[in-house]
Nanobody, 124 residues
Framework: QVQLVESGGGLVQPGGSLRLSCAAS????????IGWFRQAPGKERQGVSC????????YYADSVKGRFTISRDNAKNTVYLQMNSLKPEDTAVYYCAAWVGGGSWSSAGEYDYWGQGTQVTVSS
């Protein structure tokens, strides 16, 4: 059974950090591009970052550049999203997703598999 499971969300103060994990089971994650998306209440799902399979090309939304870092550990079949200097506007449910690539990394419709999401709340 193909499954993606996110973890690492929580409540953090502005300026703080969190590391999200996306663990895959039922398939080999290194053969897929992995994206992170987020969705705040009343807003559309937004692409945050993506790491591809070939040459590990990496993409970030402008709103998180310089603060978030995506990485993968193929031995653990896991992708991470390190989030630093968090802001209240980063509050959302964060999802990881897998796709075979070839389209637009920030388009949610391109992705084949999705996790259930993890809540990130940035508040004092």
């Amino acid at each position: 059974q193909v499954q993606l499971v996110e973890s690492g969300g929580g409540l953090v103060q502005p300026g703080g950090s969190l590391r999200l994990s996306c663990a895959a089971s039922g398939f080999t994650l290194e053969y897929y591009a992995i994206g992170w998306f987020r969705q705040a209440p009343g807003k559309e799902r937004q692409g945050v970052s993506c790491i591809e399979t070939t040459d590990d090309a990496i993409y970030y939304a402008d709103s998180v550049k310089g603060r978030f870092t995506i990485s993968r550990d193929n031995a653990k079949n896991t992708v991470y999203l390190q989030m630093n200097s968090l802001k209240p506007e980063d509050t959302a449910v964060y999802y990881c997703a897998a796709w075979v690539g070839g389209g637009s990394w920030s388009s949610a419709g391109e992705y084949d598999y999705w996790g259930q999401g993890t809540q990130v709340t940035v508040s004092s």
